[in-house]
Nanobody, 125 residues
Framework: QVQLVESGGGSVQAGGSLRLSCSAS????????KGWFRQAPGKEREFVAA????????YYADSVKGRFTISRDIAKNTVDLQMNSLNPEDMAVYYCAGMRNAGLGFRSPRAYNYWGQGTQVTVSS
C-alpha cells in the first residue's frame, strides 16, 4: 500500500505564499501522475493541479493558473505545490493524490488511486 503524506500547510495573510509538499512511502507502484486537490467546508473536492510523472506535463485549474506551480522530484518521490498570491477563496484542506494509469483525465478525483490525509491551508483577509 502506498502512503502519501502532505506537509507545509498553515496560515497566511491574503497575498502571501505557501509551499506544500507530498512524500510517498510504502509499496512502490508505477505512477502515471500525481495531483493536488482541495476541499473547503461544505464543498466538493476540487482539482487544483496535476503533473505527469515521466514527462512532467502540468495541468491547472483555471482558478489557480498563474499563481500556483506544481513540480515533482522523481529521485525523492515528492510532489510540491508552490502557492503564491493566496486569497481567502484558496482556503481549504489540500490533498495529494496519485494515479497509476491514464484514462480518466486529471481533473476527476475518480482518476486517482491513492490519497494523502490532507493539510489545512488558511488564508486571512
Amino acid at each position: 500500500q502506498v502512503q502519501l503524506v502532505e506537509s507545509g500547510g498553515g496560515s497566511v495573510q491574503a497575498g502571501g505564499s505557501l509551499r506544500l509538499s507530498c512524500s510517498a512511502s510504502g509499496r512502490s507502484f508505477s505512477t502515471y501522475a500525481k495531483g493536488w486537490f482541495r476541499q473547503a467546508p461544505g464543498k466538493e473536492r476540487e482539482f487544483v493541479a496535476a503533473i505527469t510523472w515521466s514527462y512532467g506535463s502540468t495541468y491547472y485549474a483555471d482558478s489557480v493558473k498563474g499563481r500556483f506551480t506544481i513540480s515533482r522530484d522523481i529521485a525523492k518521490n515528492t510532489v510540491d505545490l508552490q502557492m503564491n498570491s493566496l486569497n481567502p477563496e484558496d482556503m481549504a484542506v489540500y490533498y495529494c493524490a496519485g494515479m497509476r494509469n491514464a484514462g480518466l483525465g486529471f481533473r476527476s478525483p475518480r482518476a486517482y488511486n491513492y490519497w494523502g490525509q490532507g493539510t489545512q491551508v488558511t488564508v486571512s483577509s
